[in-house]
């Protein structure tokens, strides 16, 4: 088998290999992306999840302060027409003094529903903030391996390459260009030219 065909062989061998690389590594590349896709998609959907979630704990912390607010109204109502009936006087004394404990527990319930409403909003902002910033970080991921894609185009450049290297390097090898020893040989015919050039005198 002659240098030449020994060169095509082995080019075409590392051209086949460099497609065959390249095909494999779009194909992780684009199973990346679309993984990195999904797991996008699935934040973004969480963020909502998260968002209605506080939304309904929201509107059932703002229900129990409207219980609060008719059972203490109730109560001062109750007590108020018991006091009545029994001619007490509500402006001072026992009766003034149920009323006013009455009026401070029913503001210390209403402060606990208020603190318990913004922490609950305050969760789920920073949750809804941490799922968006997922998504957009597995959005990058996703640009970032469908960046790395490369087209038919420049697969068949890169194999083409891949060939006409390996071709070149086993048809030096093989003797081709004159291989090691026909370089040599130039070099040492040339070497004894010089050698015979007659001095000037």
Avoid: C
């Amino acid at each position: 088998m002659g240098a030449a065909t020994l060169a095509l062989a082995a080019g075409g061998l590392s051209a086949v290999s460099s497609i065959v690389s390249t095909s494999q590594a779009n194909k992780d590349a684009e199973y990346q992306a679309q993984a990195a896709e999904a797991n996008a998609q699935a934040a973004r959907n969480q963020a909502k999840i998260t968002a209605e979630k506080g939304r309904i704990e929201a509107e059932n912390i703002d229900r129990e302060r409207s219980a609060l607010t008719r059972a203490y109204a109730d109560m001062q109502a109750g007590n108020a027409a018991s006091f009545g009936a029994l001619g007490v006087d509500m402006s001072s004394g026992s009766a003034a003094d149920v009323f006013a404990g009455n009026a401070s527990r029913y503001a210390s319930d209403v402060a606990l529903n208020s603190y318990q409403k913004n922490v609950a909003d305050w969760e789920t902002r920073q949750n809804v903030n941490a799922a968006l910033t997922n998504a957009a970080n597995y959005d990058h991921q996703a640009s970032y391996y469908k960046s790395t894609v490369q087209g038919l185009g420049s697969t068949l450049l890169t194999a083409g390459l891949a060939g006409l290297t390996s071709g070149l390097g086993v048809y030096s090898m093989a003797g081709g260009f004159g291989g090691t020893e026909g370089l040599a040989g130039t070099l040492g015919s040339k070497s004894k030219s010089i050698r015979n050039i007659p001095k000037l005198k």
